[in-house]
Every structure is written in structure tokens, then in C-alpha cells.
């Protein structure tokens, strides 16, 4: 029974550093102090784009609702941002 616990406080403690971006564990409460604690907000803004595929060349296709809407986006390899491609008012697939 010991290693399940064990197993499950180093899932949970590699869970809070991803989700709060900390490398050591006092560096959380420091983030605290200093008021750069995540907000509601950046958690409401999370999307989650869906159907995802990668093309030959390096391009990535996927369906994202940015405004509100599903449209399809491209991705090319060297972007930082895609590219909506439909502009739909119903949105795709729906």
C-alpha cells in the first residue's frame, strides 16, 4: 500500500509543478507572495482544439473556437499562431 501512495503524491506533485509552471516546490508559494498566482481568467481562456492532423510538409490542421465558433485553422511549421482557413457563420461539422 505504501507504493500506491507514493505513486500518487509524485503524480500529484508533477501535476501542481506543471499547472503552475514551478520548477521547485517553495517556488509556488514565493509566486504567491509576489501575486503572479494564476487567475480564473487564464483558466476560462484554455482552449482545446480537436480533430488534429499533420500534413506532409509540416502543416497542422485542426478545428479551434476562438470566437466562439468551430472553424478550421492552419498551422505551418515555422508559425507561432495558425491561421483560421473556414470563416463559417454556423461554424464547421455542425
Do not use: N
Not at 482557413?85 to 454556423?90: C, E, K, N
Request: glycine share 12%; hydrophobic share 40%; aromatic share 8%.
Amino acid at each position: 500500500m505504501l507504493k500506491v501512495a507514493s505513486i500518487r503524491t509524485t503524480i500529484f506533485t508533477l501535476l501542481l509543478v506543471t499547472l503552475t509552471g514551478c520548477a521547485q516546490p517553495g517556488e509556488f508559494a514565493a509566486r504567491q507572495r509576489r501575486g503572479r498566482q494564476p487567475t480564473i481568467e487564464q483558466f476560462i481562456k484554455i482552449r482545446w482544439p480537436s480533430s488534429a492532423t499533420l500534413a506532409t510538409g509540416g502543416r497542422f490542421y485542426y478545428i479551434d473556437l476562438v470566437d466562439g465558433v468551430r472553424q478550421l485553422h492552419r498551422r505551418g511549421p515555422d508559425a507561432h499562431e495558425g491561421a483560421a482557413i473556414t470563416d463559417f457563420g454556423d461554424g464547421i461539422g455542425g
